[in-house]
């Protein structure tokens, strides 16, 4: 057994202190339900040698077998790290598990639970307590990366706990975009995942962020998220989640500690059956001539519920900040809660919310309908629209990309 080093012991010893304390937020969850004790997985040498139906799984949330358009491939299944490779016509970017990063490089001990506290709650302790690989993707400074690394986070085994802890770094002026994809082999009906992931955007660097998930109607799933931007540093999140379910919370929080840093957030939500889906954004503006940008479009249908939060929060001047929440209601069991949160500390921080939840209208669907549409078609047809995903700042072939993993996850879902 390796001899812990002193300061990871300390971490393990915040952690106990709240392995027993539920978040605040969210349905609690008892974690003795879920195994994780997992047999080892054999590695391999490219995504195309993964068994088909893994393949076909993680295709559906953007992990592409051939990496055609991709600069480099991290897929973990259960506890078992198989592949980790950057492709070598991109230079200056590392993708390999945390586990051998944090053996690599010493300095990494500066970053490990630094955006979010290990003691913020039962799933944070879980999380260093059993934490098992992640991945650890860094571009060096003026690496200018344009295509996607895709990672694959994939729970293959009945009633498995899963806890990757992941660290992502842009070092200055560089430019990196990720695709991760996270679901469940077509046997897995239950698990747990407990993902944490840390962003460090540098001075004048760029993280494009694209989050797909496609679980089962009975795995629960509780991210923890943050991600510090220094000066004129760019963080862009997107969020998809179109499959079923058990209970989703997740809260991820970007720190602007650098001058006209920006963080912006845009999550799609697709609740069905009887999923329950908390997701929050939250932006703290810490320097002058932040802003941020918090864009949620939701649909539920069936018996679910979706929670849309927002906290925007101004600390210094000369800083502005946006919500923006829309829902679409498919059902009259269905529920959309939105709930913005706007704090300003300062004088000089602009901060404002909008927000409309209802049902698709009538002259919509009798107009589609007129025009040779069935009432499903033309129900599909306003779906897709209301979530084509605009978002600002995404390069053409990755705007691409996210259009063709919401058409196809849209199919599945409507």
Not at 24 to 50: H, R, T, W, Y
Not at 58 to 84: C, W
Not at 126 to 136: C, D, P, R, S, V
Not at 358 to 379: C, F
């Amino acid at each position: 057994m390796p001899k812990i080093p002193e300061w990871r012991r300390k971490i393990i010893e915040r952690a106990e202190k709240v392995k027993n304390q539920p978040a605040k937020i969210g349905p609690d969850i008892d974690l003795e339900a879920f195994n994780s004790e997992l047999p080892e997985q054999k590695s391999v040498s490219n995504p195309a040698e993964l068994p088909s139906t893994v393949k076909s799984g993680a295709n559906v949330v953007g992990i592409e077998p051939s990496e055609k358009l991709r600069s480099g491939t991290f897929f973990q299944y259960d506890h078992s790290v198989m592949l980790a490779r950057a492709i070598k016509s991109f230079p200056g970017v590392e993708v390999m598990s945390t586990s051998d990063a944090l053996k690599k490089y010493d300095w990494l001990k500066e970053y490990w639970w630094k955006t979010v506290p290990v003691d913020q709650d039962k799933y944070t302790a879980i999380a260093e307590l059993n934490q098992t690989h992640g991945y650890f993707i860094r571009t060096k400074p003026d690496t200018r990366l344009t295509l996607p690394i895709q990672a694959c986070l994939f729970i293959g085994t009945q009633g498995a706990m899963q806890c990757p802890h992941n660290l992502i770094i842009a070092e200055e002026n560089s430019e990196l975009h990720i695709i991760t994809g996270c679901t469940t082999h077509p046997s897995v009906t239950r698990g747990l995942h407990v993902g944490i992931s840390e962003f460090y955007v540098k001075k004048g660097a760029t993280i494009t962020f694209t989050m797909i998930h496609g679980w089962a109607p009975n795995v629960e799933v509780r991210p923890r998220t943050g991600a510090i931007i220094e000066e004129n540093g760019t963080f862009l999140n997107n969020y998809i989640c179109f499959k079923p379910v058990k209970t989703l919370q997740m809260y991820p929080t970007a720190y602007c500690e650098g001058e006209n840093s920006r963080a912006r957030y845009h999550s799609l939500l697709y609740g069905s059956e009887g999923s329950l889906l908390d997701v929050g954004n939250r932006a703290v503006l810490r320097a002058k001539g932040a802003r941020s940008e918090v864009t949620t479009r939701a649909i539920a249908k069936d018996h679910s519920r979706i929670i849309a939060r927002g906290h925007l929060v101004g600390e210094a001047p000369e800083t502005k900040a946006h919500l923006d929440c829309r829902g679409l209601l498919l059902s009259p069991n269905a529920i959309i809660h939105s709930i913005p949160e706007l704090e300003a500390k300062v004088e000089g921080t602009d901060m404002s919310h909008e927000a409309a939840v209802g049902k698709i209208q009538e002259d919509q669907l009798l107009y589609l309908m007129a025009r040779g549409l069935s009432e499903e078609q033309a129900t599909a047809l306003i779906v897709r629209g209301f979530l084509d995903p605009e978002v600002p700042g995404l390069p053409d072939q990755l705007r691409m990309e996210v259009r063709r993993i919401v058409q196809l996850t849209t199919e599945k879902a409507l």
